[in-house]
T-cell receptor
Framework: DQQVKQNSPSLSVQEGRISILNCDYTNSMFDYFLWYKKYPAEGPTFLISISSIKDKNEDGRFTVFLNKSAKHLSLHIVPSQPGDSAVYFCAASENRDDKIIFGKGTRLHILP | EPEVTQTPSHQVTQMGQEVILRCVPI?????FYWYRQILGQKVEFLVS????????KSEIFDDQFSVERPDGSNFTLKIRSTKLEDSAMYFC?????????????FGSGTQLSVL
């Protein structure tokens, strides 16, 4: 069962343009959403999060949007930089749980 | 910057053998986790551990799996009798507090290959 879905396995974006990574979820009990970034041979690292009581959270070049009615969230990176090339995991959790449920990831390539 | 350390980075074993994957969490962290990622699949939660006991586990974490904090610094995952489908990247993680999901630090992983 895929409670967190990232339907685009990969995405290529020109340097300087906006990268938009999408994520859908099925569990309406999720109340906290996170994006992780992963480079090869490293573990996932936390990037940005959003609580279900908000619809937007911004941190520098990164903004996460949450649309609860559509059970959809997106990560915007602007402007995209070469160092942003990595695998991005969307993740979600229920506040009462220890576990985080991850999507399969989207590999982002920033083109020069 | 403090980091979660995992050893070994690669482990090859024969089916049916026992393996122990080792982790040194960040020193002031109290919550410890194991996740795994089968090639091409999502990162999956296995188990969380706090105060010397399992606080939550997934259905993947069956009787073949066990975790231990044998001393004040190490956190281990043991697979008693490995199966081919246990081949995956295993990530250890730690956090200061249970609710600090954004402050969950992952190690670089141990790639387990079961032959």
């Amino acid at each position: 069962d895929q409670q967190v879905k990232q339907n685009s396995p990969s995405l290529s974006v020109q340097e300087g343009r906006i990268s938009i990574l999408n994520c859908d979820y099925t569990n309406s009990m999720f109340d906290y959403f996170l994006w992780y970034k992963k480079y090869p041979a490293e573990g996932p690292t936390f990037l940005i999060s959003i609580s279900s009581i908000k619809d937007k959270n911004e941190d520098g070049r990164f903004t996460v949007f949450l649309n609860k009615s559509a059970k959809h969230l997106s990560l915007h990176i602007v402007p995209s930089q070469p160092g942003d090339s990595a695998v991005y995991f969307c993740a979600a959790s229920e506040n009462r749980d220890d576990k985080i449920i991850f999507g399969k990831g989207t590999r982002l390539h920033i083109l020069p | 910057e403090p980091e979660v350390t995992q050893t070994p980075s690669h482990q090859v074993t024969q089916m049916g053998q026992e393996v122990i994957l080792r982790c040194v969490p960040i020193s002031n962290h109290l919550y410890f986790y194991w996740y795994r990622q089968i090639l091409g699949q999502k990162v999956e939660f296995l188990v969380s551990f706090y105060n010397n006991e399992i606080s939550e586990k997934s259905e993947i974490f069956d009787d073949q799996f066990s975790v231990e904090r044998p001393d004040g610094s190490n956190f281990t995952l043991k697979i008693r009798s490995t199966k081919l489908e246990d081949s995956a990247m295993y990530f250890c993680a730690s956090s200061e507090a249970r609710s600090s999901k954004e402050k969950l630090f992952f190690g670089s992983g141990t790639q387990l290959s079961v032959l």
